[in-house]
């Protein structure tokens, strides 16, 4: 975010004018101002409005970021699955795989990842290990990863794209898992995230594979795109099933 406390915001418009070898007059004549108004800009008497200062910048060949620095002393980034634990579900040859991911919390916009996929009782358990980074916007998150495991496929990249709820926190979260098989064909996976462990007897398998209706979405649109809606219909409610 722009430091708006800076004092010397006059001091520094000076200097570049200084650089530029123009005048105060030279300055007023380009943004209609008179010699006197720039004068106080300077000596900080006036603070200019914001279509001024852009003028000013035009001017004196600067950006904004040239006057106003950044402040990112207090500048935090929110992690937004407001937790530092993702539990991951997706289907392979017709077997529910379970895999966590775990985010580091970090002052930027980048977080460090880390991924164990395939996950029988805990993490010391999994298959294959990643590293990479968290990175998202208001609707979107992506971990980029790259797999560290000792074996063959010590190369592979996977990236986990998610689909982020823009009105209203979630538990559950639709994504894409892309990667490689051990053939080294690229393939891409559709996934459940949510923020605690899931009872693996109630997910339904079913509703992590294509569906018809989402085949036919892929040859119309001739793409896979990632519906930003949450996953309630994954589970079942036993509730109704026992009545």
Known sequence: MYNTNQTNIGEILRNYRKIK???????????YKSKATISKYEKG????????????????????SDILSLNTENTIFSNPFNTDTLYLYYVTTNKLISS????NNNTSDVFQAQFYNGVKTDIASCAYYYEGSLEFLDNIAYVNLKNVSAHKLGIERVQIIISLPLSNTSDFFNCFVTGLTPNYLPIIKKGLIS??????????????????????????????????KLYDEFYYDFAQEIK
């Open 21 to 31: 070898h123009l005048s105060l007059e030279d300055v007023g004549n380009k943004i």
């Open 195 to 228: 923020t605690f462990p899931l009872e693996i007897s109630k997910i339904n398998i079913k509703k992590l594979k294509l569906s018809r209706p989402e085949v036919r979405k892929i040859l119309n649109d001739n793409a896979w795109i990632l519906d930003s």
């Open 45 to 64: 008497a006036i603070i200019p409005d914001f279509i001024t200062t852009l003028e000013l910048c035009n001017v004196l060949g600067i950006n904004l």
């Open 100 to 103: 966590i991911i775990k985010i």
